[in-house]
């Protein structure tokens, strides 16, 4: 009977491939992590973007009916303001213009308009 301490090669083999599938799982858990955080920063800028724009169609939207357009590096907002009896209804949409799936987000807001 022999004696020999130590592993064997195809102990080794087994050690590597599991190593290995371990390996590609968390790369490819890194990749995924990367994704979702640049998705949610760009969905920060575009809530952000989306607010500022709401505020200052707040600000006038009794004076100026009507719909616009704004094209930012990464994204778009597009607005309307229309008459809904004594108020305005503001509908502002803002766009993603640079991942595979596009993200858009609405905010409607309504307006009291002194007559």
Do not use: H, K
């Amino acid at each position: 009977m022999n004696q020999y301490r130590g592993v064997t090669l195809v102990e080794v083999v087994v050690a590597l491939l599991v190593l290995s599938v371990g390996a590609v799982a968390l790369a490819g858990l890194a990749a995924t992590v990367t994704r979702m955080a640049d998705s949610g920063a760009s969905s920060t800028r575009l809530a952000a973007l989306l607010g500022e724009r709401v505020e200052i169609l707040q600000g006038n939207a009794c004076d100026d009916p009507g719909e616009g357009r704004e094209r930012r590096p990464l994204f778009e907002l597009r607005w309307t303001v229309t008459p809904e009896g004594g108020v305005r209804r503001l509908s502002v949409r803002a766009y993603t213009l640079t991942t595979r799936t596009p993200r858009v987000i609405t905010i409607t807001r309504f307006v009291d308009c002194p007559v």
